[in-house]
């Protein structure tokens, strides 16, 4: 036999105080690097060096780990150390303008852009009305104005000329010209005079007038040509004008910004515009005008609005790598939104109402996004790799993409994109992501997985005590003495599961510090000590602890049935572990099983049911392999048997009960009583080894808190698998209880080993015959199916016989 029982110091692997060369965390050297996550740090290094496209990261690893912690702070580092990207604008497209531009420029002089055309535009709203009201223009354009008067008074001195030569009189008004009739003395005829002349004067009289009317509409459309050439000469010498004050001004920004083509054919679109539309800046904007004509957008009041520059992202003050976490990653806030104006019941907008989304702001260095938020947002996930295959931000609103809109609005120019996308979350997204979206490795090619642990060794205990500093300083908590940090290290590695390992989840370990530190103050300490550490796991263990109370409650007054005194065959205390949310406990739950001659089946009530899962029902399969191939291999298994968890009402799930299961199946079989002062817990293979389980602390600690309730009396304990020894870090309570001898742990290999701790009785080998000893477990279960194999044999026969004398 290979069975071993579990000394105090193999329960609880401490962690020396005197170890450590300090006094308190204050003493200790601050944190140069993070810990315990070599292989992580590296991926996203490597991730961040691979400047090919594709290579973004996905960091998965367990939920507190500090996964987002460390990612952040490593990006930064490395983004500190790059180029500030550059600045990007939306400007207004004179050629299209529902498309607008996209204009970049160097670091911090976007900014320095729209405040150059703020004041070119303030400028020219001084400099063109007064050139236009100097004394050179205004004489060019009366020479231009004089000119045509003088050629109209020109034209319209001959026609009275000719016409007073003809005795005809012209009366000119502001809108016509009258042709009348003369005597000798010039004076116009009147309607009587007129009728009485004779017909052939009056006739040759219409003639003239006729003729002198057909001169005159000769006058007047060459008047409109020189009136039209008139206008076009002014309009020239406006332009002229309006080109000498804006040329001077857009040269010195085409000089500043040479080397930027598409900036000279923005400032030459401008020039053009300004040039063509100068009698904007000629309007006098403070003229009154009516509030509801303002409000509806009417009125002459000229709007400058295109003349704006939108500065979309700005690192005027900013050095390095932009590094951005989007919290709440939807559609718009990743690609950017275009904002409306509500305006007497219509929405209006424009170029100057682009905003950016975080893509546009960790353009050219590292975006931070949780993978589960995410994916929860509609057309995030799908917009993002959309984004990532094309380097461009598209700017569109999601009724536009949903096909529920067809107005015309604005189609914002993409703003190319250079970016390092890292998303954080759990294992199992990833590997869903990696399943069912052929698009997602190919975009996602760098994973970063987190650990949950590190190793525990005395060089790894000195590095924990550097991040114990490092949280105590960031959370601003009291100093820790070295004692605090030994429980600390000690809780880490119960946290762990294993005392060769330490727990990486930084959250939960930061909170159990800042529960310290509030007890410690509440005192009035100046440092925090074990006996807080101890009381804040204490507290944390009440507050979650209700319903466990409530369980063993109902064991201590027999409502929940458990034995823990004398000896039952076919009944042993199994152990299983609550889960409730974040809190979870040990608990012993009553397993039976009875048996009798059948046909070789094992029927698991709770599978039966269906309360029992998957992987507990293959644990029961495993106990039928098991009986099968050790016992009676000459005839057939001729058992019917029946297991079931007592006073179970929910789902049961796991095989760490298998190794239970088969003890009392073999307990009932071989008529032989189990000890209920001991219980066990293990999984079993088809060749009766006792394999590991997880929870086994917390299994232990159930069992040891119903015993120390109803008294120790020395003969209680727990029976776990060998594998397990290395998890253990039991409670303080249990190792002082094992080191009075009022408590024991046994860890065995074989069920033939729980089998004799359990029921006092050697489990028997095979001799050479291939018998087992009489006295013996084994002996006695094949004993007893051989005799269950007799007793359906005789009675098949005799089932024969009676069926024969039937017929």
């Known amino acids: 036999m290979t069975v071993h029982k579990i000394s105090p110091e193999e329960a609880y692997h401490r962690c020396d105080p005197d170890s450590f060369s300090f006094e308190t965390t204050t003493e200790v050297e601050e944190l140069s690097h993070f810990i315990g996550q070599d292989r992580a740090l590296e991926a996203v290094d490597f991730g961040i060096g691979m400047q090919q496209q594709g290579f973004n990261l996905f960091v998965i690893g367990p939920e507190g780990s500090g996964r987002h912690t460390v990612v952040e702070s490593f990006l930064h580092d ?45 400028t020219l709203k001084t400099t063109v009305p007064a050139i236009f009201e100097g004394d050179d223009y205004r004489m060019r354009h009366k020479v231009v104005n004089d000119l045509l008067t003088q050629k109209i ?20 008004s502001e809108h016509d010209f009258r042709f009348s009739p003369t005597d000798d003395k010039g004076e116009p005829l009147s309607l009587e005079e007129f009728r009485k002349l004779p017909d052939e004067v009056k006739e040759k009289i219409e003639e003239t007038i006729e003729k002198l009317q057909t001169m005159l509409q000769e006058a007047v459309h060459q008047i409109s040509t020189w009136k039209r050439d008139a206008e076009e000469q002014s309009r020239k010498l406006k332009k002229e004008t309006a080109q000498m004050a804006i040329s001077p001004l857009i040269a010195t920004l085409k000089g500043k910004y040479k080397d930027h083509e598409k900036i000279i054919h923005y400032l030459e679109d401008i020039e053009k515009v300004i040039t063509e539309g100068v009698d904007d800046f000629l309007v006098d904007e403070q003229a009154e005008q009516h509030p509801l004509i303002v409000a509806i957008g009417g009125g002459h009041s000229p709007s400058f609005d295109q003349y704006e520059v939108n500065v979309l992202i700005s690192h005027q003050n900013n ?23 509500a305006r007497m019941g219509m929405l209006t907008t424009n170029f100057t109402l682009i905003k950016p989304g975080c893509l546009h702001q960790a353009n050219n260095g590292y975006l931070i996004l949780d993978a589960r938020r995410l994916l929860m947002q509609p057309f995030a996930y799908e917009g993002l790799k959309r984004t990532l295959r094309s380097c461009k931000i598209h700017i569109e609103s999601v009724e536009r993409l949903l096909g529920l809109i067809s107005t015309v609005s604005l189609e914002p120019e993409p703003v190319d994109l250079n970016i390092k996308v890292v998303l954080i979350g759990d294992p199992m997204i990833y590997y869903l992501l990696n399943a069912y979206d052929p698009e997602f490795i190919s975009l996602f090619k760098v994973q970063a997985d987190f650990e949950s642990d590190m190793k525990r060794s005395k060089e790894s205990q000195d590095l924990y005590a550097t ?40 959250r939960e370990f ?29 507290a944390s263990k009440r507050r979650g602890g209700r319903i466990k109370d409530r369980l063993f409650e109902a064991m201590e007054h027999g409502i929940h049935y458990i034995e823990t005194q004398g000896a039952k065959v076919g009944q042993i205390n199994g152990l299983s572990v609550l889960m409730l949310g974040h809190d979870f406990f040990g608990c012993p739950t009553r397993i039976t099983a009875l048996t009798r001659p059948g046909k070789g089946k094992i029927v698991d009530i709770e599978r039966e049911v269906e309360l029992g899962g998957p992987i507990h029902s293959k644990g029961v399969m495993i106990l039928s392999s098991f009986l099968s191939s050790r016992y009676a291999r000459t005839i057939p298994l001729s058992l019917q048997a029946s297991l079931v968890f007592e006073q179970s009402y929910g789902g049961i799930e796991g095989d760490s009960a298998s190794c239970a299961e088969l003890c009392t199946l073999l307990s009932s079989l ?59 870090m039991l409670k303080k309570e249990v190792v002082a209880a094992m080191e009075q001898g009022k408590f024991s742990v046994t860890a065995v290999n074989t069920v033939d080993e729980a089998v004799e701790i359990l029921t006092g009785m050697a489990a028997g080998e095979r001799d050479r015959k291939g018998n087992y000893p009489e006295k013996s477990i084994n002996g006695r279960v094949e004993a007893t199916l051989q005799a269950f194999a007799k007793n359906l044999q005789e009675f098949d026969k005799e089932e024969k016989e009676r069926d024969k004398n039937h017929e």
Not at 80 to 96: I, L, R
Not at 510 to 528: F, H, S, V
């Open 670 to 728: 071989a008529d032989m009583p189990i000890k209920q002062t001991l219980a066990i817990t293990g999984s079993v293979s088809q060749k009766g080894e006792v394999q590991a389980i997880g929870g086994v602390n917390e299994k232990i600690e159930g069992f040891f808190d119903l015993c120390e309730n109803r008294g120790l009396s020395g003969e209680q304990g727990v029976i776990i698998p060998a594998s397990n020894v290395r998890h253990l």
């Open 153 to 172: 008074e020109t034209i319209y001195h001959e026609v009275g000329t000719k016409a007073k030569a003809e005795k005809i009189a012209v009366s000119r």
């Open 78 to 122: 490395k983004a500190s150390k790059e180029a500030t990207p550059s600045d990007w604008c939306y400007v207004h497209n004179f050629h299209q303008p529902h498309k607008p531009l996209a204009m970049e420029f160097p670091p911090g002089q976007g900014m320095v852009f729209k405040g150059e055309m703020y004041e070119l535009i303030d």
């Open 510 to 538: 930061a909170d159990l510090m800042q529960e310290a530190d509030y007890l410690a103050k509440k005192e009035n300490k100046t440092t925090i000590i074990d006996t807080d550490v101890e009381k804040a796991i204490t």
């Open 319 to 341: 050095h390095g790598s932009p590094v951005v976490y989007e919290d709440l990653p939807t559609y718009q806030n990743l690609h950017g939104r275009i904002e409306h104006l």
């Open 467 to 506: 991040l114990i500093a490092r949280l105590a300083k960031d959370k601003n908590l009291l100093p820790l003495h070295r004692t605090a940090v030994a429980r600390l290290i000690e809780q880490a590695t119960r946290e762990a599961g294993d005392r060769e390992k330490l727990s990486l989840r930084i």
